[in-house]
């Protein structure tokens, strides 16, 4: 393949943990991976080394705040400059409330802070990206995607958009949002080859769920979980690939569960 015919995936929040796993099962796929990060510009590098060894020839870190338009206009505008066009979007940037409070306590300064970075930000970067690739931006040109089923969109979700968690409520909304957002997206996006896919983690292992592993721990022992153990963020990025491989490309709008089995009903 040549490298000016590799595709491009912007991923959002790729220095650690589900996104630092997407990245690298594109890299490997073959895929360039523009690799966002807010703050953590070594973890970022950390997750470049990584795809390079993975076979990402042409993987590059990008900082950026998802919950700043200022940031986000930036990010796109970097972005085009480095690549001339991104194929696939992979919105996973997302953060938990700084102090886990019972709905009763929170604040409104941690649920504007969550909403900004989970649900007002990949809506608008998406705004960004799509515009571009529909030529509706002063100026340029619709593009020709480089995935020969059509660009992709990709939300990452939680099971927290329909479990309700009362010490993160915050969390629980900006999740819910982001499910509607997804249908949103694909209903206007359908008629012009770009599919858009909501993958919805359940309990993973990562940074975010470390303050709380022994509580989960104990819950997955007594079975909360069908499958019987933690999520990883391969169990994700592998998802993400075989979306963006074409193999759901008649499914626009799914939700595509990785959650071990703890969204099925059970008596």
């Known amino acids: ?86 194929d696939a979007l992979v919105n996973n940037a997302g953060i938990g409330p700084s102090q886990r409070l019972d709905i009763t306590e929170a604040t409104e300064e941690s649920f504007h802070e969550v909403i900004d970075v989970n649900l007002t930000g990949p809506y608008f970067l998406t705004q960004a990206i799509v515009r571009r690739w529909l030529g509706l931006e002063q100026g340029a040109a619709a593009q020709p995607s480089r995935i020969d ?35 949103l997206w694909a209903a206007r996006l359908a008629a ?17 769920t470390s303050r709380v592993k022994a509580k989960y721990d104990a819950l997955i022992a007594d079975g909360l979980i069908p499958q019987n153990r933690w999520g990883t963020p391969q169990d994700v990025g592998r998802l993400v690939r075989a979306i963006l491989d074409g193999d759901l490309a008649y499914s626009t709008g799914a939700v595509i569960h990785s959650d071990g089995g703890f969204h099925l009903s059970r008596l």
Not at 1 to 28: F, H, K, N, Y
Not at 41 to 47: G, H, L, Q, S, V
């Open 192 to 208: 012009d080859d770009i599919q858009v896919y909501e993958v919805r983690p359940g309990i993973m292992e990562t940074d975010m």
């Open 1 to 86: 393949m040549l490298e000016r015919d590799r595709p491009v995936a912007l991923v959002t929040g790729a220095s650690r943990g589900i996104g630092r796993g997407i990245a690298l099962e594109l890299a490997q796929k073959g895929y360039s991976v523009a690799i966002n990060y807010a703050g953590n510009r070594k973890a970022a590098e950390e997750t470049r080394a990584a795809c390079a060894e993975r076979g990402g020839r042409d993987c590059a870190v990008f900082q950026a705040n998802i919950g700043s338009a200022a940031d986000r206009a930036r990010l796109v505008d970097e972005i085009w400059e480095r690549f001339g066009t991104v």
């Open 149 to 183: 089923s059509g660009r992709k969109v990709v939300f990452v979700g939680s099971i927290s958009a329909d479990t309700a968690s009362i010490q993160r409520g915050e969390y629980c909304i900006s999740k819910a949002g982001l499910a509607m957002a997804v249908r």
